[in-house]
């Protein structure tokens, strides 16, 4: 038996408003989706704007609506009359999410005073230490969490974190606003996915600065709990354009234990002297490989993570600790080029253990006191 007619459009409204846009992660009748919709017997036709036409994302929609309209008793069809949001629409939802008007230019919101966002920039003195691996495994790990993540692609000439999550699809665009693509719960972005194929990126310093500020600022990431960076090697131009768009982010170093690798990635570390950013630790990788007698053959020789946090430590003048110590693994390497990062397709993998430890030390953060009061009394003197 149906409802009357006034309580069938009530469990409707309702039961559109239980519906994400996969994307940008808020209910669609919020963000002005829900053009209208017919109540016929037991059937209800939804008229759907999206945001722009061929939206990849359009049969998820259609899945997710049907499940949710068809809970309500006595309704047993959905079907889904798509249009497309004119350009005074999409202005509109721009303005939304930016939670302005609509001539308000993008900001960094990470850059705000009020940011509870935690960022981690991911650096490394010099390439092949494993620097991207450690970001993906890292940005999985903490989404399986239950933490709202993102990663930007911040090594332009070499990107690679979109295959090592398995990303395949581009960005959307709303208006002037990016909206990023996700894998294994986290949102991504990077230059590769701008580009035709695999065609080379040859930019000069400016160029870079301006990518990584679109990066920051047009992207639409919502409410991140952990944005993670993964920088190019050494201390170029897109590690000092970090250091002026994002002063408050934490830098994390990735080396081996190679001494020739560990020396220069001190010197990667030690930027954060010049720029004033805070050193969260240390990762060493491919520590060791593991040998099916159970001993350990150290390939890149031993000690190198804890050469360069003693050194940071001593240079800085507060604790710089080595957060983890990666084992070589095949497996790590693999699970890469699969698009599914170790944590996710071998979680009992030592290599996979030993990154959700790391993780699990950068979920925690202990909070500023800057700002707040510490509950002291001052006693007059008598």
């Known amino acids: ?35 209208g919709f017919t109540v016929a017997g037991s059937k209800i036709t939804v008229e759907l704007l999206l945001t722009v036409a061929g939206c990849p994302l359009r049969d998820k929609l259609t899945t997710d609506i049907t499940a949710a309209v068809t809970k309500i008793p006595g309704i047993d069809t959905v079907d889904i009359d798509f249009g497309v949001m004119t350009e005074e629409q999409r202005k509109a939802l721009q303005a939304t999410l930016r939670g302005g008007s609509q001539s308000a230019e993008p900001v960094i919101p990470f850059a705000q005073p009020g940011s509870k966002t935690r960022v981690y920039a991911v650096a490394s003195g010099k390439g092949g230490v494993g620097k991207s691996s450690v970001t993906v495994n890292l940005a999985a790990a903490l989404a399986q969490r239950g933490l709202s993540v993102g990663v930007i692609d911040a090594d332009i000439y070499g990107h690679s974190v979109p295959r090592m999550l398995g990303v395949d699809g581009r960005p959307t665009r709303v208006e002037d606003m990016i909206m990023p693509p996700q894998s294994h719960g986290v949102k991504v972005i990077s230059i590769g996915m701008f580009t035709a194929g695999n065609a080379a990126v040859v930019w000069r310093g400016p160029m870079l600065h301006r990518a990584l500020q679109q ?3 047009d992207v639409f990431w919502g409410d991140l709990d952990v944005l993670l960076l993964d920088l190019p090697p050494g201390t170029g131009d897109v590690a000092i354009s970090l250091a002026q768009l994002l002063p408050n982010a934490e830098i994390l170093v990735v080396t081996t234990p190679q001494a020739a690798a560990a020396e220069v990635a001190e010197r990667a570390g030690a930027i954060a002297m010049q720029t004033h950013q805070r050193l969260i630790g240390v990762v060493e990788n491919m520590s060791w490989l593991e040998l099916p007698d159970g001993t350990r053959m150290e390939v890149f020789g031993a000690g190198g993570g804890q050469t360069v946090a003693d050194s940071l430590t001593k240079t800085v003048g507060a604790s710089v600790p080595l957060l983890g110590q990666i084992p070589l693994d095949t497996r790590v390497r693999e699970a890469g080029d ?12 030592p290599a996979a253990a030993a990154l959700s430890a790391v993780a699990d030390r950068l979920a925690v953060r202990r909070e500023s006191l800057v700002g707040k009061p510490l509950g002291l009394m001052v006693n007059a003197r008598r």
């Open 215 to 217: 990066f920051l600022a």
């Open 1 to 35: 038996m149906s409802a009357p007619a006034p309580a069938i459009e009530e469990a409707v409204q309702a039961a559109l408003a239980t519906v994400d846009d996969p994307e940008i992660r808020r209910p669609i009748t919020e963000l002005g989706m829900v053009k």
């Open 338 to 349: 699969a698009g599914t990062p170790i944590v996710l397709a071998d979680p009992s993998a």
